[in-house]
């Protein structure tokens, strides 16, 4: 047969997708993230979106650049400029969403027997593409707000790691921290 990547011989299911078989059964309101009421779809402005893009069909239905249309990039420059952070468009790479993102910036900063702290409770997601990274992941109630860098160092002896948070799990515990990003230490 087949050899597989070890990570890959003996997958679990998602979390995420186990909750799914629920949410066509009538009378169930969800509250899952990622999964919104479909009666707040914006039908109106979704329509006037694609009518506008059915007029450059060649555009809109041939590949593009993979970092992204540099018209797109631009814009995306001048609102990180607008909200502090200076970058030119060859700084910006688009993503098709937060999970491919998140997805790039572990290839590049997490190598297999890293260790990463995650905050607890975590996206199931981010546990997925740790364990897929072959990361060494510590699971903690808490890491601090003011030094996740003192934190991590503590408890990982010198080894390469960094740290990831989800902040709107602590909204009610405290203040949320200003960034969800892995930190690299």
């Known amino acids: 047969m087949f050899t597989f990547n070890p990570a890959f011989e003996a997958p679990t299911g998602s979390p995420i997708r186990e909750l799914f078989k629920y949410l066509a059964q009538p009378g169930m309101i969800s509250f899952a993230g990622g999964y919104p009421a479909s009666d707040l779809f914006d039908r109106d402005g979704l329509d006037a979106a694609a009518s506008r893009a059915s007029q450059h069909t060649t555009l809109c239905l041939q590949y593009g650049p993979t970092d992204g249309l540099p018209v797109l990039k631009e814009q995306l420059a001048h609102l990180t400029a607008r909200r502090g952070v200076s970058c030119t468009p060859q700084d910006v790479l688009v993503t098709t969403g937060s999970q491919q993102g998140f997805d790039l910036l572990l290839r590049v900063m997490v190598a297999p027997g890293d260790v990463v702290l ?68």
Not at 171 to 180: F, G
Request: glycine share 2%; proline share 9%.
């Open 118 to 185: 995650v905050e607890q409770p975590a996206y199931p997601a981010t546990l997925q593409a740790l364990k897929l990274q072959e990361a060494d992941v510590i699971r903690t109630a808490s890491i601090s707000v003011r030094s996740p860098r003192c934190s991590t160092r503590a408890r990982c002896a010198g080894r390469r790691s960094c740290c990831t948070r989800c902040p709107r799990s602590r909204i009610p515990l405290e203040r949320p921290c200003r960034s969800n990003a892995a930190r690299r230490c």
